[in-house]
Protein backbone atom coordinates (compact mmCIF):
# COMPACT_ATOMS: atom_id res chain seq x y z
CA UNK A 1 0.00 0.00 0.00
CA UNK A 2 1.54 3.64 -0.91
CA UNK A 3 2.57 5.71 2.06
CA UNK A 4 3.69 9.18 3.06
CA UNK A 5 7.58 9.10 4.33
CA UNK A 6 9.37 11.32 5.62
CA UNK A 7 12.88 12.03 6.45
CA UNK A 8 15.00 12.57 8.69
CA UNK A 9 13.10 10.18 11.64
CA UNK A 10 14.78 12.99 14.09
CA UNK A 11 16.81 15.77 13.80
CA UNK A 12 18.90 17.83 16.14
CA UNK A 13 19.95 21.26 15.36
CA UNK A 14 21.52 24.22 17.51
CA UNK A 15 18.78 27.23 18.18
CA UNK A 16 19.23 30.04 15.32
CA UNK A 17 20.19 27.06 12.71
CA UNK A 18 18.15 26.83 9.48
CA UNK A 19 16.24 22.97 9.43
CA UNK A 20 14.39 21.26 6.15
CA UNK A 21 12.10 18.88 6.71
CA UNK A 22 11.53 16.21 3.87
CA UNK A 23 8.75 14.64 2.90
CA UNK A 24 7.29 12.45 -0.21
CA UNK A 25 3.63 11.96 -0.44
CA UNK A 26 1.48 9.48 -1.91
CA UNK A 27 2.38 9.57 -5.88
CA UNK A 28 -1.38 10.46 -7.20
CA UNK A 29 -1.82 13.22 -4.64
CA UNK A 30 -2.30 16.72 -5.29
CA UNK A 31 -3.16 18.24 -1.73
CA UNK A 32 -0.37 18.34 0.59
CA UNK A 33 -0.14 19.43 4.28
CA UNK A 34 2.26 20.37 7.33
CA UNK A 35 1.39 19.37 11.39
CA UNK A 36 2.68 19.50 14.42
CA UNK A 37 2.63 17.97 17.52
CA UNK A 38 4.50 19.45 20.57
CA UNK A 39 5.08 17.22 23.04
CA UNK A 40 1.42 16.34 25.20
CA UNK A 41 -0.29 18.78 23.16
CA UNK A 42 -2.76 18.31 19.92
CA UNK A 43 -1.87 18.05 16.39
CA UNK A 44 -1.83 21.09 15.09
CA UNK A 45 -2.25 22.47 11.35
CA UNK A 46 0.71 24.42 9.74
CA UNK A 47 -0.02 24.98 5.98
CA UNK A 48 -2.06 23.15 3.07
CA UNK A 49 -0.27 23.35 -0.58
CA UNK A 50 -1.65 22.85 -3.68
CA UNK A 51 -1.37 23.27 -7.31
CA UNK A 52 2.28 24.46 -6.41
CA UNK A 53 1.52 27.56 -3.79
CA UNK A 54 0.20 27.87 -0.76
CA UNK A 55 -3.86 27.34 -0.26
CA UNK A 56 -3.62 28.00 3.60
CA UNK A 57 -1.73 28.70 6.56
CA UNK A 58 -2.15 28.52 10.55
CA UNK A 59 -0.99 31.65 12.43
CA UNK A 60 1.89 29.17 13.66
CA UNK A 61 3.18 29.72 9.86
CA UNK A 62 5.40 32.79 10.47
CA UNK A 63 7.49 34.21 7.99
CA UNK A 64 10.46 31.99 9.21
CA UNK A 65 8.23 28.68 8.00
CA UNK A 66 8.12 27.89 3.66
CA UNK A 67 7.17 25.26 2.30
CA UNK A 68 8.21 24.05 -1.74
CA UNK A 69 7.56 21.21 -3.69
CA UNK A 70 11.12 21.48 -5.56
CA UNK A 71 10.26 18.33 -8.03
CA UNK A 72 7.35 15.90 -9.01
CA UNK A 73 8.13 13.75 -5.78
CA UNK A 74 9.40 15.47 -2.67
CA UNK A 75 7.54 18.26 -0.54
CA UNK A 76 10.05 19.77 1.88
CA UNK A 77 8.90 22.46 5.07
CA UNK A 78 11.94 25.12 5.95
CA UNK A 79 12.20 26.34 9.38
CA UNK A 80 14.64 29.64 8.29
CA UNK A 81 15.72 30.21 12.00
CA UNK A 82 14.73 28.04 14.81
CA UNK A 83 13.72 28.87 18.27
CA UNK A 84 13.54 26.32 21.20
CA UNK A 85 9.73 26.09 20.89
CA UNK A 86 10.13 24.50 17.29
CA UNK A 87 11.06 21.35 18.85
CA UNK A 88 7.68 19.06 18.33
CA UNK A 89 7.03 16.17 15.98
CA UNK A 90 6.41 17.17 13.04
CA UNK A 91 4.10 15.33 10.29
CA UNK A 92 3.42 15.44 6.43
CA UNK A 93 -0.39 14.22 4.85
CA UNK A 94 -1.39 14.37 1.57
CA UNK A 95 -4.49 13.68 -0.05
CA UNK A 96 -6.37 12.86 -3.52
CA UNK A 97 -9.20 15.38 -2.90
CA UNK A 98 -9.04 18.12 0.25
CA UNK A 99 -12.78 17.77 0.36
CA UNK A 100 -14.09 13.97 1.46
CA UNK A 101 -11.12 12.13 1.13
CA UNK A 102 -9.06 11.01 3.94
CA UNK A 103 -5.46 12.45 4.41
CA UNK A 104 -2.57 10.04 4.76
CA UNK A 105 0.26 11.00 7.10
CA UNK A 106 4.09 9.82 7.32
CA UNK A 107 5.56 8.64 10.58
CA UNK A 108 6.83 11.98 10.87
CA UNK A 109 10.12 13.63 11.95
CA UNK A 110 11.22 14.32 15.35
CA UNK A 111 12.59 17.67 15.31
CA UNK A 112 14.79 18.55 18.77
CA UNK A 113 16.44 22.71 19.30
CA UNK A 114 19.51 22.87 21.33
CA UNK B 1 -8.91 26.62 20.40
CA UNK B 2 -11.32 23.77 21.40
CA UNK B 3 -12.89 23.33 18.25
CA UNK B 4 -12.79 19.73 18.52
CA UNK B 5 -12.93 17.98 22.08
CA UNK B 6 -11.97 14.43 23.03
CA UNK B 7 -12.58 14.30 27.17
CA UNK B 8 -11.89 11.36 28.22
CA UNK B 9 -7.68 10.91 28.11
CA UNK B 10 -7.86 7.62 28.53
CA UNK B 11 -9.62 4.13 28.31
CA UNK B 12 -9.02 0.54 29.55
CA UNK B 13 -11.25 -2.26 28.38
CA UNK B 14 -11.07 -6.12 27.90
CA UNK B 15 -10.44 -7.88 25.04
CA UNK B 16 -13.16 -9.04 23.28
CA UNK B 17 -15.70 -6.55 24.91
CA UNK B 18 -16.94 -3.17 23.56
CA UNK B 19 -14.29 0.03 23.30
CA UNK B 20 -16.18 3.45 22.56
CA UNK B 21 -14.45 6.62 22.40
CA UNK B 22 -16.23 9.82 22.21
CA UNK B 23 -15.81 13.44 20.58
CA UNK B 24 -17.74 16.95 20.49
CA UNK B 25 -16.90 19.71 18.75
CA UNK B 26 -18.56 22.93 18.75
CA UNK B 27 -18.19 24.21 15.09
CA UNK B 28 -21.35 23.51 13.05
CA UNK B 29 -19.45 24.40 10.29
CA UNK B 30 -17.49 20.81 10.44
CA UNK B 31 -19.18 18.30 7.83
CA UNK B 32 -16.76 15.79 7.14
CA UNK B 33 -14.98 13.92 10.60
CA UNK B 34 -12.19 11.12 10.73
CA UNK B 35 -10.47 8.98 13.34
CA UNK B 36 -6.99 7.76 13.46
CA UNK B 37 -5.25 5.30 15.19
CA UNK B 38 -1.54 6.71 16.24
CA UNK B 39 0.81 4.11 17.37
CA UNK B 40 4.38 5.48 19.50
CA UNK B 41 7.13 6.66 17.26
CA UNK B 42 4.48 6.70 14.28
CA UNK B 43 2.18 8.41 12.44
CA UNK B 44 -2.01 8.72 12.37
CA UNK B 45 -3.15 5.62 10.49
CA UNK B 46 -6.65 6.81 9.14
CA UNK B 47 -9.18 4.17 10.31
CA UNK B 48 -12.87 5.13 9.55
CA UNK B 49 -14.83 8.46 8.47
CA UNK B 50 -17.93 10.07 8.10
CA UNK B 51 -19.62 12.56 6.65
CA UNK B 52 -22.10 15.09 7.83
CA UNK B 53 -24.81 13.72 5.43
CA UNK B 54 -24.93 10.51 7.70
CA UNK B 55 -25.34 9.27 10.93
CA UNK B 56 -23.71 6.16 11.28
CA UNK B 57 -20.44 4.42 9.31
CA UNK B 58 -19.40 1.09 9.50
CA UNK B 59 -16.04 -0.68 9.01
CA UNK B 60 -15.34 -4.22 10.22
CA UNK B 61 -15.18 -4.03 13.88
CA UNK B 62 -15.09 -0.02 13.70
CA UNK B 63 -18.29 1.94 13.71
CA UNK B 64 -18.68 5.74 13.90
CA UNK B 65 -21.73 6.97 15.19
CA UNK B 66 -22.42 11.28 14.00
CA UNK B 67 -25.15 12.95 16.45
CA UNK B 68 -25.10 16.40 14.69
CA UNK B 69 -27.74 17.95 16.84
CA UNK B 70 -25.55 16.90 19.99
CA UNK B 71 -22.32 18.06 18.16
CA UNK B 72 -21.21 14.65 19.16
CA UNK B 73 -19.29 11.89 17.18
CA UNK B 74 -18.17 7.92 18.52
CA UNK B 75 -15.83 5.15 17.39
CA UNK B 76 -16.75 2.14 18.64
CA UNK B 77 -14.74 -0.83 18.24
CA UNK B 78 -16.51 -4.46 18.67
CA UNK B 79 -14.82 -6.44 19.44
CA UNK B 80 -11.88 -4.83 21.05
CA UNK B 81 -8.42 -6.99 20.38
CA UNK B 82 -5.14 -6.21 22.29
CA UNK B 83 -3.47 -4.42 18.76
CA UNK B 84 -5.99 -1.61 19.10
CA UNK B 85 -4.22 -0.43 22.28
CA UNK B 86 -3.17 3.19 20.54
CA UNK B 87 -3.66 6.82 20.83
CA UNK B 88 -7.20 7.24 19.09
CA UNK B 89 -7.94 11.23 17.91
CA UNK B 90 -10.77 12.34 16.61
CA UNK B 91 -10.66 14.83 13.63
CA UNK B 92 -12.84 17.30 11.46
CA UNK B 93 -12.85 19.49 8.49
CA UNK B 94 -14.93 22.52 7.63
CA UNK B 95 -15.85 22.40 3.44
CA UNK B 96 -17.70 26.09 3.77
CA UNK B 97 -14.83 27.99 6.06
CA UNK B 98 -11.82 26.26 4.60
CA UNK B 99 -12.13 24.22 1.16
CA UNK B 100 -8.52 22.98 1.50
CA UNK B 101 -9.41 20.29 3.85
CA UNK B 102 -7.27 21.43 7.12
CA UNK B 103 -8.03 19.13 9.83
CA UNK B 104 -8.35 20.30 13.29
CA UNK B 105 -7.86 17.38 15.64
CA UNK B 106 -9.01 16.29 19.20
CA UNK B 107 -6.63 16.09 22.34
CA UNK B 108 -6.66 12.06 21.81
CA UNK B 109 -7.52 9.13 23.98
CA UNK B 110 -5.47 6.35 24.75
CA UNK B 111 -7.33 3.13 24.31
CA UNK B 112 -5.37 0.05 26.81
CA UNK B 113 -7.22 -3.22 25.55
CA UNK B 114 -6.27 -6.03 27.83
CA UNK B 115 -5.83 -9.42 27.27
Known amino acids: EPEVTQTPSHQVTQMGQEVILRCVPISNHLYFYWYRQILGQKVEFLVSFYNNEISEKSEIFDDQFSVERPDGSNFTLKIRSTKLEDSAMYFC????????????FGDGTRLSIL | DQQVKQNSPSLSVQEGRISILNCDYTNSMFDYFLWYKKYPAEGPTFLISISSIKDKNEDGRFTVFLNKSAKHLSLHIVPSQPGDSAVYFCAASARVSSNTGKLIFGQGTTLQVKP
Open chain 1, 93 to 104: ASTAQALGQPQH
